[in-house]
Nanobody, 127 residues
Framework: QLQLVESGGGLVQPGESLRLSCEVS????????IGWFRQAPGKEREGVSC????????NYADSLKGRFTISRDNAKKSVYLQMDSLQPEDTGVYYC????????????????????WGQGTQVTVSS
């Protein structure tokens, strides 16, 4: 059974940072594209960032470039999302997702492209 478990969420003040982790199991991480998504209260889930498998190429939502950084550690079977200068509008549940089949394709921030999802971790930015 493929599993993804997010961690690292919490309550922070505006301007602070958080690093989210996504630990994967039951498959080799290096061959999988991983995406991060978020869902704010009352809004649809949106793509935040993704990282391709073999190339490590990354992709970010335009509004988040420069503040968020995605990375992976294949040995630890983990993907990270470093979030800096957090703002109240970054509040939401953050999910990681994995492409179901190994692929060399450049990752996408399209929910439908991913097959396995974690349960999410809550991020709240408030003063």
């Amino acid at each position: 059974q493929l599993q993804l478990v997010e961690s690292g969420g919490g309550l922070v003040q505006p301007g602070e940072s958080l690093r989210l982790s996504c630990e994967v199991s039951a498959f080799t991480l290096r061959s999988r594209a991983i995406g991060w998504f978020r869902q704010a209260p009352g809004k649809e889930r949106e793509g935040v960032s993704c990282i391709s498998s073999s190339t490590g190429r990354t992709n970010y939502a335009d509004s988040l470039k420069g503040r968020f950084t995605i990375s992976r550690d294949n040995a630890k079977k983990s993907v990270y999302l470093q979030m800096d200068s957090l703002q109240p509008e970054d509040t939401g549940v953050y999910y990681c997702a994995a492409r179901g089949i190994p692929t060399d394709q450049t990752c996408r921030r399209d929910q439908g492209w991913y097959d396995y999802w974690g349960q999410g971790t809550q991020v709240t930015v408030s003063s």
